[in-house]
């Protein structure tokens, strides 16, 4: 069951990583310029486009709910990677540079993912993504709130982790869509 898990994660982040490389190699690290709350926000519209699209059940715009979720995984990995390159005001990042701190996040991300399945005995695989979409929307709002109380939390987990919990919902809808296998 772990083994299965493990490799469905790696087999959505390699599509995932995949997807951000090329974007890197066509855009360049344009996202270097939007702060924290920009980056949520923008994990927020793609959450809620997919929430939108589930409580209509239909779209009119083609692009299909798992880009969104790809897109969600990205976001994140970026907002972790910007944490991380607080300090360093470059616009432009080698992809080069930018990979070892993909695969690092996306590999704390895995472990924190492994820990959750092992307490809680995969509870996802009995989950709808509906109800994992509603749940990546509350970490946003949990976020959103960190983010404008400055960081700051009496008890709640912070910032980072919750980035990381938005991932693994992502990639379990991923996986529950059959997006391992593309």
């Given amino acids: 069951m772990k083994t299965q898990t493990v490799s469905e994660y790696n087999q959505v982040i390699r599509h995932c990583k995949e997807l951000f490389k090329k974007k890197t190699l066509d855009y360049g690290t344009a996202w270097r310029i939007l702060r924290l709350p920009s ?7 793609k959450a809620q486009r997919i929430r939108s699209i589930q409580e209509k059940g239909s779209q009119k715009v083609d692009d299909p709910i798992r880009d969104e979720f790809i897109g969600i995984i990205n976001y994140c990995l970026i907002a972790l990677i910007q944490i991380s390159m607080k300090d360093d005001d470059r616009m432009e990042v080698g992809y080069e540079e930018l990979e070892p701190l993909y695969d690092q996040w996306a590999e704390a ?10 307490d809680y005995g995969e509870a ?59």
């Avoid at 980056?39 to 519209?45: A, K, N, R, S």
């Avoid at 991300?109 to 092992?118: A, Q, Y």
């Fill in 39 to 45: 980056i949520t926000d923008q994990i927020f519209i």
């Fill in 124 to 182: 996802w695989r009995d989950m709808r993504v509906s109800s994992m979409t509603d749940i990546i929307l509350m970490k946003l709002f949990r976020v959103k709130q960190i983010e404008d109380n400055q960081g700051v939390t009496l008890v709640s987990e912070g910032i980072e982790a919750n980035y990381q919990d938005m991932i693994n919902y992502a990639v379990f809808c991923l996986i529950k869509l059959g997006y391992h296998h593309a």
């Fill in 109 to 118: 991300t895995r472990g924190l993912l492994e820990n959750k399945n092992h």
